[in-house]
């Protein structure tokens, strides 16, 4: 029930008026319990208990009051209440820390530093070592100009054993002071902060910034340990005309970071000018040789062969970025080298042929390829880069060829699986062919099959359908031939009648190895007076043909074997013929566009999980790998799946980008991705390699100089 507030109070001052000081301050009592916000009141009740000598009993209301003006954010009215508290009782500590904070918030530091003496005095008194030491903290640190100040809160913290703390507010004040222009106080500071942590190298880097400032280049040199120290202090150095000093500080950066070709450069031209070639050979022999390419080209050799590959292909790669018509001149190196070093001849032979590709020579990037795989043949990497140029360029020809090597490859390693799929793929696509079979059966063999021919022979009676890396059409399901139903009799028709010959084009036995009926072929009725007309359907992994072939000529009556026979072999290798020119012809990409539309309508309806599940499909299509891996890299990304969107990014950038637009738009997203997930170093190469393809795209230039300073420690 709701109290009459209004005659409450008149009755409380009607009891004052009679001096009767106790009942009045009970009716006060009960408007404040039952209105706890009436700070009017509540500060009323809390001058009563003063004039009552109850003085706890006041500060209690008053620091209540207090507390909730500074909460709701009414400053001033919140700090003289503390103000009141201290008054009435000087030792008060929430009262003097919370008069404290509220005066440094309006820049009286001179009122906020006497409160926080009193509370460490407070302390002090009591033998509170650590609050005494965190009350100098929070003096020290009241006004950020007062530099002297802010080094006595750090040694304060020294007190309390809080080393990192004291070095990184030391590290502050450097900073600032270096800013100022006061480099000599900065050196000061920062050596304290030296004395405290030795091995930090984060001090030593900022004292060398300190003494390159304060003109002392000797103890800067000291103190540097990166090559961009040392090249900053060599500019310094010249600038002042001390030539040799500077050219030795850029030696020292250049063996801090020997992937600094451009420093290596230039000091390769120095030593060359100054007559000193073994000084010049020790950073960058191939400066001697100019800009003549060819002679560029030998030395990039050179540097494979001895096993510096990452120098050799450097070289390689800026004569591309410079010329990209000398890949096939860059190919041959890695041909030459191949031999000796192959991995780093395939890198170059790589390089090569990315840049046939970007041009649109499919035809020149797969002839580069195949040609390092003619001398190195077993080269795993080489063919399965071969095998995915002929994918993206549709060079179906030498697709093939490609996966046979790469089949035989994989069973040279002795990858059974992988070797036994793309065997089987081949004998799918090519079942005529005995060299596909021989391999298939290799593989079999090497995979503990216990009865290889059975399954060969499965497989080409079209009983069990092949498995396919083209994902393109679905499973089929009839046999490589089927024949009408008037003309059927069992697959070993030709056996039983003991046919000498077969029809020109005929699958091998997979038990023998000879000429033989395909296993479901075209049969014949025993008791048919002619061979009636059969209707064949011939399918491999990823395309169904479907042929009739009418064999009318006239047959003895009860003949099979004659009415075989008789059948011409032309028109068998004619049903194969037309079966070698539709598996030339499929579509590989069809699903894949399926795949890729789809997804994108699921996406617009708001399924995302199709979207995703659909966009995977899609991705085996080489010719929708950018795309698809792109939008799945977002995707996972709104669902805060960092790393699968990391994944996803990283073989979208993998990938050829339809437009450069759409490059720039992936590697910074990459870039964000990396960084989120602590990989500063790659984050930094890849806005690099954005920066340097797209110039100033967006913030990208803001990015590099931060996460250089993160990388550098």
């Keep these: 029930m709701a109290i009459d507030r209004a005659a409450i109070l008149k009755n409380a001052d009607k009891l004052l008026k009679q001096g009767k000081l106790e009942p009045a301050i009970a009716e006060y009592v009960r408007v404040v319990e039952d209105q706890p916000r009436d700070f009017g009141t509540a500060n009323a009740l809390g001058d009563l208990y003063v004039r009552a000598k109850r003085i706890d009993k006041a500060v ?17 009215k919140a700090a003289a209440l503390y103000k009141k508290i201290i008054k009435i009782k000087p030792d008060h500590e929430h009262a003097l820390l919370q008069a404290a904070e509220l005066a440094a918030s309006q820049g009286l530091y001179a009122d906020a ?33 007062d530099y002297p100040a802010r080094v006595g809160a750090a040694r304060a913290r020294l007190d309390i054993n809080d080393a990192a703390g004291a070095v990184r507010d030391l ?83 250049a063996r801090l970071d020997p992937s600094d070709t451009e420093l290596r450069v230039h000091l390769a031209k120095t030593f ?37 590959s990452g120098e050799g292909l450097a070289i390689a790669s800026r004569l591309l970025d410079g010329d990209p018509q000398l890949r096939d001149r860059v190919a041959m190196v890695g041909w030459n080298v191949a031999d000796q070093v192959p991995d780093a001849g395939y890198a170059l032979v790589e390089l090569a042929a990315a840049v046939s590709e970007r041009q649109g020579d499919w035809g020149a990037a797969a002839a580069a390829v195949q040609e390092f795989v003619t001398r190195v ?101 009839e046999p490589l031939f089927e024949a009408a139903p008037e003309c059927a009799v069992g697959p070993g028709a030709a056996a039983e009648t003991g046919m000498d010959d077969a029809p020109s084009g005929a699958v091998p036995s997979a038990a023998t190895g000879e000429p033989a009926v395909p296993s479901s072929g075209v049969v014949a009725s025993a008791d048919a007076g002619e061979l009636g007309p059969a209707k064949a359907h011939a399918r491999t992994d990823s395309v169904e043909v479907d042929l009739s072939v009418v064999l009318n000529e006239p047959v003895p009556t009860g003949s099979p074997a004659v009415a075989l026979k008789s059948a011409k072999a032309a028109t068998l290798d004619g049903v194969f013929d037309q079966l070698r020119e539709e598996a030339t012809r499929r579509g590989t990409n069809d699903a894949a566009e399926n795949e890729y539309k789809r ?41 805060g799946m960092e790393l699968r969107s990391l994944e996803w990014m990283e073989r ?27 990989e500063a170093d790659r984050a930094l190469t890849t806005l690099l390699e954005l920066q340097s393809g797209a110039g100033a795209f967006r913030d990208v230039n803001a990015r590099i100089d931060r996460l250089a300073k993160v990388t550098r420690g």
């Design 171 to 253: 590290k502050e004040v450097a900073a600032e002071l270096t800013e100022k222009a006061r480099p000599t106080e900065a050196v000061d500071v920062l050596r304290e902060a030296a004395q405290i942590s030795p091995d930090d190298q984060s001090i030593r880097s900022l004292l060398f910034d300190a003494y390159v400032s304060s003109d002392d280049s000797t103890r800067a040199a000291e103190c540097a340990t990166t090559a961009a120290q040392f090249k900053n202090l060599a500019a310094v150095l010249e600038a002042k005309g001390h030539g040799d000093e500077a050219l030795r500080m850029l030696g020292s950066a």
């Design 60 to 76: 209690e209301q008053f620091v209540r009051i207090a507390d909730s003006l500074s909460e709701d954010g009414f400053l001033p």
């Design 113 to 145: 530093r006497g409160y926080l003496t009193l509370v460490a005095d407070k302390k002090a008194a009591a033998g509170d070592k650590r609050g005494q030491a965190q009350m100098r903290i929070r003096i020290g640190n009241l006004d950020p100009a």
């Design 377 to 477: 043949p077993s080269h795993l990497p080489a063919l399965m880069r071969l095998v995915e140029i002929c994918v993206d360029g549709s060079l179906e020809a030498t697709l093939y060829t490609a996966q046979a090597q790469l089949a035989d490859a994989y069973i040279t390693a002795g990858m059974a699986d992988e070797a036994r799929f793309i065997s089987e793929d081949l004998v799918a696509r090519e079942p005529w062919d005995r060299a596909n079979i021989e391999r298939f059966r290799k593989t079999l063999v090497m995979t503990n099959e216990p009865d290889p021919d059975a399954i060969i022979a499965e497989r080409l009676s079209g009983q069990t359908p092949f498995m396919s890396t083209d994902l393109t059409f679905p499973p089929f399901e």
């Design 599 to 639: 997804a994108q309508a699921l996406q617009k309806d708001g399924d995302v999980d199709g979207a995703i599940a659909a966009l995977e499909r899609a991705s085996r299509a080489p010719s929708l790998r950018f795309q698809t891996a792109a939008q799945l890299g977002r995707l996972y990304k709104q669902r």
């Design 272 to 308: 060359v000018a100054r007559g000193d070639q073994a000084a010049a050979a020790e950073y960058l022999t191939e400066e001697t040789a100019g800009g003549d390419p060819q002679l560029l080209l030998l030395v990039a050799e050179m540097r494979l062969r001895s096993g510096a």
């Design 652 to 678: 979208a950038a993998d990938a050829p980008a339809p437009s450069p637009g759409e490059q720039h738009e992936l590697l910074y997203d990459l870039a964000e991705a990396l960084e989120a997930n602590g």
